[in-house]
C-alpha cells in the first residue's frame, strides 16, 4: 500500500501519471474510500449542513467518476478509466490529507469563519491545485494538452458550484 501512496504523491508533484497505476479495481475502491475519508474530515471541521455533506460524502465520488468515464469516452481512451478514476480520487485523497485537511484545521485554530478572506482564498488554492493536478492527469488520459486537461478540471469545478447551488436552493 506504501508504494500506492508514493505513486499518488509522485502524481500530485507532477513526476508520474496515471499510467503508473495499475488498472485494478480494488484500488479504485481504497482510492475512492481515501477520498471520502478526507471529505468527512473536511466537512466535520466546517460544519456544513446535510445536503453538503450528502453532496461530497455520495454525489461528489460519484460525479468525478462518471466525468471521467465520460472525458475518456469522448477522447476514445475508455480502457484507461479505471487507472484515470483511480489516479484522479488518489491524487485528490492525498491532497486532501496533505494540504486541504491541515489547511482547514489551522483556518479553525485561527477562528475563521467559513466566509472570511482568508478562507476563501484557501478555497480558491484548494480549486487551482485540484484543476493542476486533475488537468495533468486528464492530460495524459486523454492525450491532449495541459490546457485542455485544466479545462476539463475547472469544467468539473463548474458542474460542482452548479450543483451544490442546486442542492442548496435560492439565497443557500
Known amino acids: 500500500m506504501q508504494q500506492f501512496l508514493r505513486i499518488f504523491l509522485d502524481i500530485v ?8 497505476l495499475p488498472a485494478s479495481r480494488l484500488l479504485l475502491g481504497l482510492a475512492t474510500a481515501a477520498y471520502v475519508a478526507a471529505s468527512v474530515g473536511q466537512l466535520a471541521l466546517l460544519g456544513e449542513s446535510a445536503a453538503t455533506w450528502f453532496f ?18 469522448i477522447f476514445g481512451h475508455r480502457e484507461r478509466y479505471v487507472q484515470t478514476a483511480t489516479a484522479v480520487l ?69 458542474l460542482v458550484i452548479m450543483v451544490m447551488g442546486l442542492l442548496r436552493g435560492p439565497g443557500g
Request: no cysteine; proline share 4%.
Open 90 to 158: 488518489g491524487a485528490n485523497a492525498v491532497l486532501g490529507f496533505a494540504i486541504y485537511l491541515p489547511l482547514q484545521m489551522l483556518l479553525a485554530a485561527l477562528g475563521q469563519d467559513p466566509q472570511s478572506g482568508l478562507a476563501q482564498v484557501v478555497a480558491l488554492v484548494q480549486v487551482v491545485v485540484f484543476a493542476l493536478v486533475t488537468g495533468r492527469i486528464l492530460k495524459f488520459a486523454t492525450d491532449s494538452s495541459l490546457f485542455t486537461g485544466i479545462a476539463m478540471s475547472l469544467t468539473y469545478v463548474l
Open 13 to 20: 508533484l507532477w513526476r508520474r501519471g496515471p499510467q503508473d
Open 56 to 73: 461530497f460524502v455520495v454525489l461528489d465520488p460519484l460525479l468525478l467518476l462518471a466525468w471521467a468515464w465520460l472525458v475518456l469516452r
